[in-house]
């Protein structure tokens, strides 16, 4: 069963680098478009993820008791 779709407007230069990048992928246009989200969301997740270390960094205790459960997960026998 296929996936449900709609219709979304972009302007023609985002269509024209949208197709370029299929073309270039060898894949259909809405592969790249589905990759292209995925892309910009773990872009998004990994600054996120970025910005909260450096939270944690700009607070001392709050770090110290990072590292240190940090240093408990290495020795719990998880691998």
Do not use: C, N, S
Not at 2 to 17: F, L, N, S
Not at 39 to 57: I, S
């Amino acid at each position: 069963m296929a996936a449900a779709t709609t219709t979304i407007r972009v302007d023609r230069d985002v269509h024209e680098r949208l197709v370029r990048l299929a073309e270039a992928g060898d894949q259909q246009l809405m592969e790249a478009v589905r990759e292209a989200v995925e892309t910009l969301e773990r872009a998004r997740f990994a600054a996120r993820v970025g910005h909260e270390v450096e939270a944690l960094r700009a607070d001392p205790v709050k770090w110290a008791a990072y590292l240190d459960d940090g240093e408990l997960a290495v020795g719990d026998g998880v691998a």
